[in-house]
């Protein structure tokens, strides 16, 4: 694995409008991305379902040709960027074999990305972005190991999106960090520091105001484990295809951790 110690040059977590909660195509972050000087762009927007289950925040199981085509034709328009085919996939343990059969066998994918937002509670499924995910760490935790453990994904998005609803930061939730860096380190899996945390509002813990992630102890923690990083907006616009991307880095090297680019499939 290659470090970056460079300027910005790759963001891997980007979305089209086709996830329903973005805006732009691939060609127009491509457009963005030449104009930043970026040398690689990952697309990995919200993987689809068969079923098409949580279809309002994700696309739907028909647009795949449509974003295959859309890489294509972004590829050719800008041939000296490098366009990295992916997809941002939620932990369905039942569509494990959908993951594997239709993006990396069928469609030949560079890179899938694993980022929790949905997980199952006492036999529901909890949105961790809503309020009915407030003081369900386990769950989140052992959802996120599994996505580890599972040898599918090349990197794990916000693993430390539990932040969003830890208010209280105690035992249980250290407990969850060192547990994730744990598995991080035993199956050699990078973590993401993600951008889109420093643009939501601040919160009021009992560890003081902070972003809602990424998370200081979190952190500290994945850098006594030696975690390697990757650096991400997590753009849901063409505009904000390296915003926050250098808060990103500097967190990093606070931390004392290596930001580090992937070697992908298909390289």
């Known amino acids: 694995m290659a470090i970056n110690t460079k300027k910005i040059t790759a963001n891997y977590h980007t979305h089209t409008y086709r996830c329903k909660h973005a805006t732009g195509d691939v060609i127009d972050y491509a457009?963005?991305?030449?104009?930043?000087?970026?040398?690689?762009?990952?697309?990995?927007?919200?993987?689809?379902?068969?079923?098409?289950?949580?279809?309002?925040?994700?696309?739907?199981?028909?647009?795949?040709?449509?974003?295959?085509?859309?890489?294509?034709?972004?590829?050719?328009?800008?041939?000296?960027?490098?366009?990295?085919?992916?997809?941002?996939?939620?932990?369905?343990?039942?569509?494990?074999?959908?993951?594997?059969?239709?993006?990396?066998?069928?469609?030949?994918?560079?890179?899938?990305?694993?980022?929790?937002?949905?997980?199952?509670y006492k036999g529901e499924w909890i949105f961790a972005f809503s309020q009915d995910a407030y003081g369900k760490i386990r769950e989140y935790t052992d959802a996120v190991i599994k996505m580890i453990e599972s040898k599918i994904f090349d990197f794990i998005a916000h693993p430390d999106l539990f932040g969003l609803f830890t208010v209280k930061w105690d035992t249980e939730a250290v407990k969850a960090s060192r547990e994730i860096c744990e598995a991080a380190k035993e199956f050699k899996i990078p973590l993401e520091i993600n951008g889109g945390g420093f643009r939501r509002p601040l919160m009021e813990t009992?560890?003081?105001?902070?972003?809602?992630?990424?998370?200081?102890?979190?952190?500290?923690?994945?850098?006594?484990y030696g975690i390697e990083a990757i650096c991400s907006s997590d753009a849901h616009s063409p505009n904000d295809i390296i915003t926050s991307m250098d808060l990103c880095e500097d967190f990093a090297k606070k931390k004392n951790l290596s930001?580090?680019?992937?070697?992908?499939?298909?390289?």
């Open 259 to 267: 930001i580090a680019q992937l070697e992908f499939m298909n390289e």
């Open 31 to 120: 457009a963005k991305a030449c104009e930043k000087n970026l040398k690689i762009l990952g697309m990995a927007d919200h993987s689809p379902f068969p079923d098409r289950r949580w279809s309002d925040t994700r696309m739907d199981i028909d647009e795949l040709d449509s974003y295959d085509q859309a890489i294509i034709t972004a590829r050719k328009a800008y041939p000296n960027l490098k366009i990295l085919k992916g997809m941002e996939c939620d932990w369905a343990p039942d569509h494990k074999n959908f993951y594997i059969d239709e993006f990396k066998d069928k469609r030949n994918y560079d890179y899938l990305m694993g980022g929790l937002h949905y997980f199952r």
């Open 206 to 224: 009992n560890i003081g105001i902070r972003y809602p992630y990424p998370v200081d102890i979190f952190w500290e923690i994945a850098s006594d």
